[in-house]
T-cell receptor, first 111, second 113 residues
């Protein structure tokens, strides 16, 4: 069983702060990592993908991957109330055919 | 490109009935995956179809089945509905590139009474 674990939260941060979301995974063959954002009542939408160790930045979002520690994180800088959502971590083996999702972390950005 | 579409968007059924949900992937995508999402369990993988063949399957009972047509559209069927089947059913499509991500449709919200 390939497990993906996230803190369920809720995580609350003030507007303008940095939100840090963490994800650990159990399967060492996992090679592709994704962060999705899901607003209440909506379907998940892709925020970022990362495949190599290190940091990947896209606007206010930074994904960090450490395969040795089996750990992937998402940093949201200058958090906005519109960032309030559930963030899902997903991992996929090298074949990329099946995705394994964490249960998500609920983030609330307080104005 | 149009996104993933799912029909119907909402459905109310009673216990014992069966239901069929439909998913049309992004044009050119041959992989279609189905997920069940409930507040308590999160996103649970049901199965994945690729070129009309089931390629992966999650841990769901045989009441849950699916198929994929030659145009990559997919259907999911749940027979003998139970109250616990009430959930958001999400379809996601993916291209053939190994590292490409999945893109989700809007989902079908099923309520079993």
């Amino acid at each position: 069983q390939k497990e993906v674990e996230q803190n369920s939260g809720p995580l609350s941060v003030p507007e303008g702060a940095i939100a840090s979301l963490n994800c650990t995974y159990s399967d060492r063959v996992s090679q592709s990592f994704f962060w999705y954002r899901q607003y209440s009542g909506k379907s998940p939408e892709l925020i970022m993908s990362i495949y190599s160790n290190g940091d990947k930045e896209d606007g206010r979002f930074t994904a960090q991957l450490n395969k040795a520690s089996q750990y992937v994180s998402l940093l949201i800088r200058d958090s906005q109330p519109s960032d309030s959502a559930t963030y899902l971590c997903a991992v996929s083996p090298n074949t990329g055919n099946q995705f394994y999702f964490g249960t998500g972390t609920s983030l609330t950005v307080i104005p | 490109k149009a996104g993933v579409t799912q029909t119907p968007r909402y459905l109310i059924k009673t216990r014992g009935q069966q239901v069929t949900l439909s998913c049309s992937p992004i044009s050119g995508h041959r992989s279609v995956s189905w997920y069940q999402q409930t507040p308590g369990q999160g996103l649970q993988f049901l199965f994945e179809y690729f070129s009309e063949t089931q390629r992966n399957k999650g841990n769901f009972p045989g009441r849950f089945s699916g198929r994929q047509f030659s145009n990559s559209r997919s259907e999911m069927n749940v027979s003998t509905l139970e109250l616990g089947d009430s959930a958001l059913y999400l379809c996601a499509s993916k291209g053939d590139i190994v590292r490409e991500t999945q893109y989700f449709g809007p989902g079908t919200r099923l309520l079993v009474l």
